[in-house]
């Protein structure tokens, strides 16, 4: 068996697709993944070049894998995309809007512009996409309820079509943009082919491991063996083949990096959680010490208010007795003088 070199990898993908002689694959290739048909079938592309200068100070650009312009005027965007990160659907608007830009210069009138339509290829999936958005609808009522609001989720298709659409009164914005997603992982290894953009979704899928002496009927097509042909004999050509193997050690880099990234924004996800538990703890247990000092503090009140009684009450038992010795005085001295006077008493206490 022979090993293709991956037609996922930037270089192969762009020979592929990106070249000028082999100009029937690019068409091929849009009429299947689109389903193009008769007036809007791509009869020709002109192939343009893959930066687009910003008007910003820095002068940095923004560049595709493939970009060509066909007979109608529209202009195609093809990327690979081996790696996934959580900002790629910014990236494919800033992709798509960098192209759209492009095609008209300061001072030109609009009419000039004409429809942008992106094709993304992924190796990985798509990230979590919102479910809803500020002033719209949850997407699929019903199914998530109110749960969803402002959450995300990801989808099993394997096409997922994205366009300006306006659901309440069932008409586009525009047909100047278009931004198509080929999730690759989604489509299955037995999966039946029943069309040519099957045949090119399991050709990128699974084209480093197809063997060209034993193709699947089904995916014997001349496209099909000429795109296998270009990956060959770009394994096959020395300097292409280290250059390929170099390019293969830098996305295994790559993706090891961005595992352990990922791996490590789990952790410190993990540790703010943590974080935010204990401040929780720490929150509710200082709303305790309040509430209980709160407590103490009108106990001491209480006890300073019976405080305040038990010492009024002593006021007034030390006034009383006072006056029962004053008494008692008063009683002893006048007894004192009927004795000496020789007049009988009954005086009692």
Partial sequence: MQNLADPTIDVVFKAILG????????????N??????????????TLRSTEHPRDFPSGKTTAVDVKATDQLGRDFHIEIQVGGHKALLERMLLSWASVFHGKIKRGQDFDRLKPVISIWLLVDNLPPMPVWLPGFPLVGQGKGGKGDLGGKRQSERVHLSFAPYCKEADVYLSDHFAIHVIQLKKQARNVRIEGDKDRWICFFRDGKNLDPDHLPKDMDI???REAMDIANAYRKKEDNYYNYLSLMDRLSLEATLRKEREELLGQVDAYKGEVVEYKGKVDEYKGKADEYKGKADEYKGKADEYKGKADEYKGKADEYLEQVAEERAAKEHLKALLKKAGIPYDLKD
């Fill in 222 to 224: 001349p496209e099909i």
């Fill in 19 to 30: 070249s000028v002689h082999h100009m029937n694959l690019l068409i091929h290739f849009i």
């Fill in 32 to 45: 299947a993944i689109l389903g193009l048909e008769d007036d809007q079938r791509v009869q020709k592309v």
